[in-house]
């Protein structure tokens, strides 16, 4: 079973800063927090991921909590492409830096509204 | 390299018959993993390999479903007497550190 919690679905308007909010409040210390999103009928696309400290790239910013229990994605201007499933996954880092195994839940719908 | 190839995009098949998969994965990669997703889900593991070797199968990877990686680089998940629950997207995916997937085979099992 996965071993995050997203809500369902969430809106965000088009421009705005779309917060997306995943809690993990059983993840291990070895455990990254991976943040993929899925366009209709396309498959999983890589979006950031991150262990205790923020990260940003040119797609997304990730938030952890100081306790690693929670995070939030944030598309800091949305716009009508970024309407996707966004799954938030908790996975170890295999020895040589490979990510695990990961175990999705069902994700966030978000829709971008113009 | 264009990233991860699947193909066939699209297979219909009547129950019974047996059907094979290719994924072509990113050039160097050495991991790749096979998911299934079902309407309304998200992607359920399957299987994955490092290199040629196949390290772990998810209980849902029943004895009608076998994949292989000869030489560690293209993969194919066959699945033998196909039932219309096999009915699904198969995701392939492959990393050397994050993963990243192909576009999906939908199998229509009527």
């Known amino acids: 079973d996965a071993k995050t919690t997203q809500p369902t679905s969430m809106d965000c308007a088009e421009g705005r800063a779309a917060n997306l909010p995943c809690n993990h409040s059983t993840i291990s210390g070895n455990e990254y927090v991976y943040w993929y999103r899925q366009i209709h009928s396309q498959g999983p696309q890589y979006i950031i991921h991150?262990?205790?400290n923020n990260e940003t790239n040119e797609m997304a910013s990730l938030i952890i909590t100081e306790d690693r229990k929670s995070s939030t994605l944030i598309l800091p201007h949305a716009t009508l492409r970024d309407t996707a499933v966004y799954y938030c996954?908790?996975?170890?880092?295999?020895?040589?830096?490979?990510?695990?195994?990961?175990?999705f839940g069902k994700g966030t719908k978000l829709s971008v509204k113009p | 390299d264009t990233g991860v190839s699947q193909n066939p995009r699209h297979k219909i098949t009547k129950r019974g018959q047996n059907v094979t998969f290719r994924c072509d994965p990113i050039?160097?990669?050495?991991?790749l993993y096979w998911y299934r997703q079902t309407l309304g889900q998200g992607p359920e593991f399957l299987t994955y390999?490092?290199?040629?070797?196949?390290?772990?199968k998810s209980r849902l990877l029943s004895d009608r479903f076998s994949a292989e990686r000869p030489k560690g680089s293209f993969s194919t998940l066959e699945i033998q007497r196909t039932e219309q629950g096999d009915s699904a997207m198969y995701l392939c995916?492959?990393?050397?550190?994050?993963?990243?997937f192909g576009q999906g085979t939908r199998l229509t099992v009527v």
């Open positions: 996954i908790v996975s170890p880092m295999n020895y040589g830096g490979s990510q695990g195994n990961l175990i």
């Open positions: 390999f490092q290199n040629e070797a196949q390290l772990e």
């Open positions: 050039s160097e990669h050495n991991r």
């Open positions: 995916a492959s990393s050397l550190y994050e993963a990243f």
């Open positions: 991150g262990l205790k």
